[in-house]
């Protein structure tokens, strides 16, 4: 499964050959998707907490950032969820709730067996 607004296109011999644009789209939550994408949003919400350092911390929702996103005027703009949803788990809008830099770049040493996808 993709990110959910484009699938890679694997040709023969396993190469790139480009990305597939004639996905299924649907609209979920007044937001249009790959339809395979509202299944990620929903099991992101059952996601409360991170484990950094040996400490859980709570995840920031959409919308509680340092950042103001323009959160009241539109989705996040890279995993298409709605103010007082908590991002899906490497989404570059996400904040850490320990340095409250970028969860996916910062340096915190995150618990990255569950969860992240390995």
């Not at 939550?29 to 949003?41: F, K, N, R, T």
């Not at 059952?46 to 950042?67: C, H, M, N, P, W």
Request: charged letters at 25%; glycine letters at 12%; one cysteine or more.
């Amino acid at each position: 499964m993709g990110w959910p607004f484009r699938e890679r296109v694997i040709g023969v011999d396993n190469e790139f050959v480009g990305c597939n644009m004639e996905r299924k789209r649907v609209v979920y939550q007044g937001v249009e998707m790959d339809s395979e994408w509202p299944p990620y949003i929903e099991g992101a919400q059952l996601d409360l907490a991170y484990t950094i350092g040996g400490k859980v911390y709570d995840r920031i929702r959409y919308g509680q950032e340092s950042f103001d996103w323009g959160v009241d005027s539109q989705p996040c703009h890279d995993c298409a969820f709605i103010k007082g949803q908590f991002h899906v788990r490497g989404c570059d809008a996400e904040e850490c709730p320990l340095c409250h830099g970028q969860a996916i770049a910062c340096e915190c040493p995150y618990d990255r067996d569950r969860g992240w996808g390995t």
